[in-house]
């Protein structure tokens, strides 16, 4: 691929059209004539801005904004060139809209027509060189500086081994995919030089994770044995309590002889009592009487004197009628039963309790006291009578409670018994519900306290499993981290036995024969065997012009090493000849000559005896004089000057 024409329409202080060779193009011009802008111009034509120099700055401008034309109008440009395939083309640029357009010089069809995006780059320059932006200039493009040697970059790394084994392909590179590596390896929370995890890590982060995982589902698992100990008694408590009779009877049996007992206890109270005041009046009967009177033996069954017997005047009174009816109806005998039911009335009338012996003479003081024994017998009746009310419901609660009422003192006792046992077991029941009641309290707030240890299996199997897959993940970045380190060596053993077969093959001219041998190693850093000491020694310590030679040379070899794959790509030198001395220019010079036989070389210079040297070893070289500003200023000022004149002569 070579360049044949650019027509400038504005690039800087640059305007017009400019013709270039296939082969050695000399362009030169004074100080300020704008070889430099050209040099970028030619480069700009080919690759257009990268979207960092389109990016504006704090400043507000960008690189793309400096290099807009000085005295306005359009800013672009349009080559004329020759592809890799020897197809002419057009490539028109409007730097202003950041638009490019690729045509068919001979039948103006439109091939490629380019606007990025703010952050994509152009990829026109690599169909027209074969090679990015960055692999050009590092190896084809030297700007106005000190000639340094080829810095190892990813993509010329990887554009050489594309070279060496002529087999182009589309990836980013060794140093490239290393530092993708090492970004997700970051990313990862793994540390790129000894693989361990980084403080604060994703990593890290996973394993503190899985181990608070660990402890807490162990902790869970204890806790839950432990409630399951509890829930384990708490059923045999409630078995317990079911085989006493079953929760509701249970409930209900203390109930019942509570009632018995308060309504018992009543009873017998009322009868004390009772027994206290018949003990009084006994006792004071004894008293009064003085012997005289004898008090009834059976109360309870006595009747109080001077009162009719109910019972004995109902029967007499149903003979009577019975006897009545029967006489009149049936038979004349049976009036006898008259005479029975008269017997019945005369056994019932009011007598005394007792017989009472009669004085023979009356005694007021006598009389006094057999009125008192009397007063005495009917209150004593009147208890035995309201005895006989509590001891009946005393009967029918003894009764009640499934006991035999014959011998009240024997169902008293049992009765009592009875009471003690409800007692006891109503104190177990309630001992019972309380153990009941702690255990369900425990388990509920436990239940509510303790983590779910099904819920931590999972969770801490979901830990597990993403980091054994970061794990993997870095496991597989190290092996592919080895594979790229062992191809970036394999890299370097193909293509340094080329640049250290260039080196042994033009060093020996260049120098003058000062240095005869050097190596390259896998940075692409040049070492130079010294003749006073025979070992090995960086350029770095050597003198500025023997850096730029061996330098030169380097980049003329990785260019030629390019050629395969990429092109034979033009190169564009600008003043790489500051350091050598007359010799070493010559040599430098017929170097460069040769190199243009072979490929186009467009070298820019302002020095005359690198011109001089430029003509005698190649006297065809294309030609390019930029002129002075100096004079196209002045000759500015006088054109102004004469069209002021001109019309101040009109008016």
């Known amino acids: 691929m070579h360049v044949e024409r650019l027509d400038i329409r504005g690039y800087r202080r640059l305007r017009g059209g ?65 592809g890799p395939k020897g197809r002419a083309v057009l490539v028109k640029w409007d730097f202003a809209d950041d638009l490019v357009e690729l045509q068919d010089a001979l039948t103006g069809e439109s091939l490629l027509r380019e606007r990025p995006k703010q952050r994509a780059d152009f990829e026109i320059g690599r169909q027209l060189v074969g090679m990015t932006r960055e692999e050009f200039v590092q190896v084809c493009c030297l ?6 040697t080829v810095r190892p970059s990813d993509e010329l790394h990887q554009a050489l081994q594309r070279a060496v084994e002529s087999a182009p392909a589309q990836d980013i590179g060794v140093q490239g995919a290393d530092d993708r590596l090492k970004k997700l390896l970051s990313g990862l929370g793994v540390q790129s030089g000894h693989y361990g995890e980084l403080p604060g890590g994703e990593l890290g982060r996973l394993k503190a994770r899985e181990e608070a995982l660990r402890r807490e589902l162990e902790a869970a698992r204890a806790q839950r044995a432990e409630l399951d100990g509890v829930a384990v008694s708490l059923a045999e408590t409630q078995t317990t309590r079911a085989g006493l009779g079953g929760s509701a009877g249970l409930q209900q049996a203390p109930a019942y002889p509570r009632e018995l007992v308060g309504r018992e206890g009543e009873l017998r109270n009322q009868l004390a009592r009772l027994d206290a005041r018949e003990g009084a009046l006994q006792a004071e009967g004894d008293r009064s009487t003085d012997g005289a009177l004898v008090p009834p033996t059976d109360n309870a069954v006595a009747p109080p004197a001077g009162r ?33 039911a008269g017997a019945a009335a005369w056994a019932g009338r009011p007598r005394s309790g007792r017989a009472m012996p009669q004085p023979a003479v009356a005694d007021p003081e006598q009389e006094a006291r057999l009125q008192e024994a009397r007063l005495h017998d009917a209150r004593l009746h009147e208890l035995h009578e309201l005895r006989e009310g509590p001891l009946g419901e005393l009967r029918d609660l003894y009764r009640q409670a499934g006991l035999q009422s014959d011998d009240l003192a024997a169902a008293a006792a049992a009765f009592a018994e009875r009471a003690r046992a409800a007692q006891q077991s109503e104190e177990r029941l309630r001992q019972i519900d309380i153990q009941i009641a702690q255990g369900q309290t425990v388990i509920e707030q436990r239940e509510m306290d303790l983590s779910d240890p099904a819920e931590l299996e999972v969770q801490l199997a979901d830990v597990h499993a993403r980091r054994e897959q970061i794990e993997l993940t870095r496991d597989a970045i190290r092996i592919a981290r080895e594979t790229l380190r062992e191809a970036a060596q394999a890299t370097h053993r193909r293509v340094a036995p080329h ?6 093959r033009e060093l020996p001219r260049i120098t003058r024969g000062r240095y005869a041998e050097g190596a390259v190693d896998e940075d692409l850093a040049i070492k130079l065997y010294a003749p006073e000491s025979g070992a090995l020694v960086s350029i770095e310590q050597l003198s500025r012009g023997t850096r730029d030679q061996v330098a030169l040379i380097q980049r003329l070899e990785i260019a030629r090493l390019l050629d395969p794959t990429a092109g034979r790509a033009p190169l564009l030198l600008d003043d790489p000849f500051a350091h050598f001395d007359s010799e070493r220019l010559r040599l ?26 430029v003509q005698e070893a ?31 002569a009109g008016t």
Request: proline residues 5%; hydrophobic residues 50%; contains cysteine.
């Open 18 to 82: 400019y013709e270039f060779a296939s082969g050695l193009t000399l362009v030169t011009g004074p100080n300020e004539a704008g070889k430099s802008t050209l040099h970028d111009a030619v480069l700009r034509s080919l690759f257009g801005f990268s979207p960092e120099e389109r990016r504006h700055r704090r400043n507000g401008s960008s690189a793309k904004d400096e290099r807009m034309p000085w005295a306005g109008g359009p800013f672009g440009m349009t080559l004329r060139a020759h």
């Open 143 to 148: 700007h106005q500086q000190a000639l340094d």
């Open 308 to 340: 009719w017997n109910g019972r004995l005047l109902g029967a007499a009174f149903v003979l009577a009628a019975i006897g009545t009816i029967g006489a009149a109806l049936v038979h004349p005998a049976l009036a006898a039963l008259l005479l029975a």
């Open 499 to 504: 640049l250290n077969e260039a080196l042994q």
């Open 588 to 613: 430098g010079v017929q170097l460069i000559a040769e190199v243009a036989e072979r490929r186009q070389v467009i070298l820019f210079t302002e020095d005359a005896e690198v011109i001089e040297r």
């Open 618 to 648: 190649d006297p065809a070289c294309a030609l390019i004089e930029l002129p002075d500003p100096v004079g196209q200023i002045a000759d500015a000022s006088q054109a102004g000057a004469v069209i002021v004149a001109d019309a101040l």
